[in-house]
């Protein structure tokens, strides 16, 4: 049964399993992929490209380099931070601030319960 008090909604969130976690490291599909697979988001992974639509990067494309499910961040590559001392660092986003563009398609069991136009 799922509760509506905030604090039980945040505990369960923060106790989830990894399994459970993946879910939440979803972005939507572009308008084309929408219709090709005939569903509103998917989990991203590793392999992905995604367009980021929100924040200092809006509009920047990259394959998406790691995937962090258990704090739900994605790493995507080119978007780096350069620090003072001339190092630079992967930036993670949020998945809900990117769209994917194209998917990995070299992994079977992602489509397995996604009927393909």
Same mark, same amino acid.
């Given at each position: 049964m799922v509760t509506k008090n905030p604090s039980k909604q945040r505990k369960n969130a923060s106790n989830a399993p990894i399994h459970v976690l993946r879910k939440n490291v979803a972005g939507h599909l572009s308008k084309e992929l929408r219709a090709k697979y005939s569903t509103r988001a998917l989990p991203i992974r590793k392999g992905d490209l995604v367009k980021i639509i929100r924040g200092k990067f809006a509009k920047k494309e990259g394959k998406v380099t790691e995937v962090n499910s258990k704090n739900c961040y994605i790493y995507v590559?080119?978007?780096?931070?350069?620090?003072?001392?001339?190092?630079? +660092? &992967?930036?993670?986003?949020? &998945?809900?601030? +990117? +769209?994917?563009?194209? +998917?990995?398609?070299?992994d079977e069991k992602r489509f397995k319960h996604i009927k393909v136009k």
């Open positions: 590559e080119g978007i780096q931070l350069v620090k003072k001392d001339g190092k630079t +660092v &992967p930036i993670k986003m949020e &998945p809900s601030n +990117v +769209v994917l563009l194209e +998917v990995y398609k070299d």
